[in-house]
């Protein structure tokens, strides 16, 4: 005998109830959720810069029998195809078995995160002791960086061309490297700066060496002494700096978090955990209706500018050299393009509840997260997809059981952010935004669900049906 009240079943009816993937979920279904995390942080400890994530999904692509685009061929239902932009993004396709003028599925995360990047001419000696200046790159938290091992990642082009493959600080037994902070007991001063202030752009400089060449005459010993073991380990000199891209990161490996093991610590999950998500839901998906574009972007973190990044033509061009053999042009199938924009949004920490609106913040273990804007100071610079596509969107997720939410980045007024999204509706094509909640966001140890991460990729497997 059912004995709900008349009120209860009303509010069954007509309320929207949000649900904790925890409670929630079967056993099952959340073993799964673990079981394909665990393929993600081994993707994620060798993919941390956009030119690691872009090597790690070649192989992954490859294994899946992708192949790289012939521009001149045309491709049928079923084929698979992959082109490279410079080493740092990447797009791929599933050729579908309706015609492309009707449009393709499009999935678009990035693969570039906050990190400190070597100045032109970094290598310096102070005080006898060898260090690097840096420039910061994208939205960091400057106080965040100081005290924590740093692994150097990047590639140096030497004179004539060549060029050199750098990985130091991630292997067992390798080095790392360091910024230093003040003790406590010497910060009386530095401790009246605002947080914002605390440490500044121009103290960001990495430690990298202490021990002088054995040379009465010359001087910069300590620098000299670090020349010499680039030179003999990299064949470089100091002006091949000027023909790099060096980048430090967190030396962290990707861990369980909790004594549940519910979550993942790791430093760039913003955004390589849509990348593998949409990766892996791509490649699982053989034979699709509408063609699946896959793109893997540069540069989102400093705004899209940049051949690499969104805002330049290649993901478009790349669509345009499928479409092409077809007699389509890439505008008309833009035109008819569904696309997720796949990136992270905010998490709700109860830390620092007062920066969110509860009713409208993502939370962990609920889900994939549907942002339907982002932007700042009334929706400034967003995409805000429209009704009809955000209806399009839940249908689709609701028919497969993927557990999604809604969210909005904070407070109205409190901050704001902005996404691909945008430089994906330039060409007409209908899009949101829809990733995972992070904690600690663009911090150099950010935490993740296991569930939304999981959700995330059912979510993309959903839309590519
Ligand atoms: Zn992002």
Known sequence: MDNKTQGQLLEEQLLMKKQNGAEILSDEEI????????????????????????????????????????????????????????????CFATIGTRPIKEGVRMVASHIDSPRLDLKPNPL????????????????????????????????????GGEVVDVSIGEEPGEPIFVITDLLPHLSQNQNQRTLADGIRGEELNILIGSRAFKDDKASSKVKLAIAKILFDKYGMVESDFQAADLQYVPAFEPADVG??????????????????????????????????????????????????????????????????????????????????????????????????????????????????????????????????????????????????????????????????????????????DIGVPVLSMHAPFEVVSKIDTYMTYRAFKAFLK
């Open 31 to 90: 073993a799964k959720a673990d079981a394909f995390c665990e393929g993600y942080k081994k993707f994620l400890k060798y993919a941390k810069t956009e030119r690691g994530a872009v090597t790690e999904t070649v192989k992954i692509l490859k294994q899946h029998g992708y192949e790289e685009l012939d521009p001149d061929k045309k491709y049928e239902a079923g084929d698979k195809v992959y082109q490279i932009n410079r080493g740092k993004a990447i």
């Open 124 to 159: 310096y000696e102070e005080a006898e002791m060898a260090l690097f200046k840096t420039h910061y790159y994208g939205g960091i938290r400057k106080y965040q960086w100081t005290a924590i091992p740093l692994a150097l990642h990047g590639i140096v082009v030497k004179k």
């Open 259 to 432: 004594f549940d093991r519910s979550m993942i610590g790791a430093y760039g999950h913003d955004d390589k955990v849509c990348a593998y998500t949409s990766l892996m839901a791509a490649v699982e998906a053989p034979n699709p209706e509408y063609t699946h574009v896959t793109v893997l972007a540069d540069k989102e973190e400093v705004g899209s500018p940049g051949a690499t990044g969104m805002g330049s033509s290649y993901f478009v061009n790349f669509v345009s050299d499928l479409a092409k053999p077809y007699g389509v042009d890439g505008y008309t199938v833009m035109s008819n393009t569904k696309c997720l924009s796949a990136d992270v949004n905010a998490a709700f920490d109860p830390t620092f509840a007062d920066v969110y609106e509860r009713n409208n913040s993502c939370y962990i273990n609920y889900g994939a997260v549907v942002t339907k804007y982002t932007g700042a100071r009334g929706k400034n610079g967003c995409n805000d997809s429209t009704a009809e596509f955000m209806g399009f969107v839940r249908d689709c997720f609701d028919a497969e059981g993927v557990l999604w939410q809604t969210g909005e980045l904070g407070k109205v007024d409190q901050g704001g952010g902005g996404t691909v999204a945008v430089e994906v509706s330039k060409h007409n094509a209908d899009v949101v």
